[in-house]
């Protein structure tokens, strides 16, 4: 008898409908959905937070955010150009350093005339006597220096060759090294008496060396002292 004997199989499990599939697969994909939209919603409001946030002035800035923290790009970079505008405004295309160029006048005919040495002195944030020693010993000719403040060569030198000597002047004792601003000043050390250029903004400071001892012409009380010598 199959129905007594001890290994007659077990009746197979009871099929579902197709209804029955259908109706889960429904429900497994509306499961599905409901969490997709849920993620979907919680991304839109967490944007939507950081604008209301940023707009209402709420939002982190760099001075704000810890060692660790990651600072955005575009904070980082106005306060590069923040710092190059306030400590060069040269190099953001602000104000400039202009020099004026030389008027040269002749004096006779063997006399040159800089007629505007003391404005040129004054742009410069350098004294006359300083200048003039420079002069004196780059193009090797007495110079001398009337109370209008004009200076007088003795020779026959070009505007050129005046703005020449001025050029290199500047960039010997007016240029700053390291930022290459001309807003410096000339400062000597009282202690040590050496010769610094002090930059105004960047505040480096660089020595350098005194101009070296020029023309000049001999005249009675040096042949004297030769003879006695």
Not at 65 to 79: K, V
Not at 205 to 217: M, Y
Request: charged share 35%; aromatic share 6%; with cysteine.
């Amino acid at each position: 008898d199959k129905t007594s004997s001890p290994l007659a199989r077990a009746p197979p499990p009871s099929k579902m409908s197709d209804n029955e599939d259908k109706e889960v697969d429904q429900a497994t994909e509306e499961l599905d959905d409901l969490d997709l939209g849920m993620d979907k919603k919680k991304k839109k409001s967490g944007k939507k937070k950081e604008v209301e946030e940023r707009e209402e002035g709420t939002w982190a800035g760099p001075t704000e955010l810890g060692p660790n923290d990651i600072y955005p790009y575009a904070d980082i970079l106005q306060r590069v150009y923040d710092a190059i505008a306030e400590k060069n405004p040269e190099l953001m295309g602000g104000k400039k350093f202009t020099m004026i160029p030389p008027q040269v006048a002749r004096e006779g005919s063997k006399k040159t005339v800089f007629v505007n040495f003391k404005d040129m002195c004054k742009r410069m944030h350098r004294t006359m006597d300083h200048v003039m020693s420079y002069f004196n010993a780059e193009l090797g000719v007495a110079c001398s220096l009337d109370p209008e403040g004009k200076l007088t060569f003795k020779g026959r030198f070009t505007p050129k060759q005046i703005e020449s000597v001025v050029r290199n002047y500047m960039l010997a004792y007016v240029q700053c090294q390291m930022c290459k601003s001309f807003d410096s000043l000339l400062v000597k050390d009282s202690v040590t008496r050496l010769t610094f250029i002090e930059c105004n903004r960047c505040q480096a400071r660089k020595s350098v060396s005194n101009v070296e001892k020029g023309f000049h012409a001999t005249n009675r009380a040096d042949r004297k002292a030769a003879k006695q010598g």
